[in-house]
C-alpha cells in the first residue's frame, strides 16, 4: 500500500500559527494551531518541524511573508524564512501564494475578504464547519482560529494554482 502524499498548509501570525495537512483537495487529514507566548519563534519552529517529521508533505505552503509583499512584522517573516529553510532543508518542496493569489483562487465563488474565504472553506469542509469564527466587529483583534482557515486556503489555492488544476474540477 502507497503512503499518503500530504500537503502542508501553514499561516503564521503574531501569536503563533495555524496548519492544515491534506492528502488531496477538499481531503484535510490532520490541523490544529499553535500559540506561543515565549520564544516564540523558536516554539513553533519546533513545533514546525515536528510536523514536518510526522507527516512528510511532499509540498508546504506559506502566505508570501517577506515585508514588501505583505504588510508582515519583522518576527513573522524570520520565522516564515526560517520554515522555508528547514522544509528545503528536509527535500520538501516550499510554495508561497499571496494574499491576492488566494483572492483569485476564491473570487469565482463570489468569496473576496479574509471572512468570506473562511466561510468558503467552511462551506466545502465539513470538519471545520463548527470551527469558523463569527465576523469579527472593527475593534475586535481577528480571532486566532481564522489562522486555520486561513492555512487550508493557502493550501486550496496550492492544488488551483500549482498542483495542475486539481481544484477546477471540484468547484467549477
Not at 509540498?59 to 511573508?65: H, K, M, N
Not at 471572512?115 to 470551527?131: K, L, N, T, W, Y
Not at 463569527?134 to 492555512?151: C, V
Request: glycine fraction near 8%; include cysteine; hydrophobic fraction near 45%.
Amino acid at each position: 500500500m502507497k503512503a499518503p502524499s500530504f500537503t502542508l498548509g501553514l499561516h503564521a501570525h503574531s501569536r503563533g500559527f495555524g496548519w492544515v495537512v491534506f492528502e488531496g483537495p477538499f481531503a484535510p487529514y490532520d490541523w490544529g494551531m499553535v500559540s506561543a507566548r515565549r520564544d516564540k519563534n523558536l516554539i513553533c519552529m519546533r513545533r514546525v518541524e515536528r510536523l514536518l517529521r510526522r507527516f512528510q508533505p511532499e509540498s508546504i505552503v506559506l502566505e508570501a511573508f517577506e515585508r514588501e509583499a505583505s504588510g508582515r512584522g519583522d518576527r513573522v517573516a524570520r520565522l516564515c524564512r526560517a520554515i522555508a529553510a528547514l522544509a528545503a532543508d528536509l527535500g520538501v518542496q516550499v510554495a508561497v501564494y499571496t494574499r491576492d493569489h488566494v483572492r483569485t483562487c476564491f473570487s469565482g465563488i463570489g468569496a473576496i475578504t479574509r471572512q468570506e474565504i473562511a466561510e468558503a472553506v467552511a462551506r466545502h469542509i465539513d470538519a471545520f464547519r463548527h470551527r469558523l469564527p463569527k465576523p469579527r466587529r472593527a475593534w475586535h483583534g481577528e480571532d486566532e482560529r481564522m489562522a486555520l482557515f486561513s492555512a487550508a486556503a493557502l493550501v486550496l489555492t496550492h492544488f488551483r494554482f500549482g498542483a495542475g488544476g486539481l481544484f477546477d474540477s471540484l468547484i467549477y
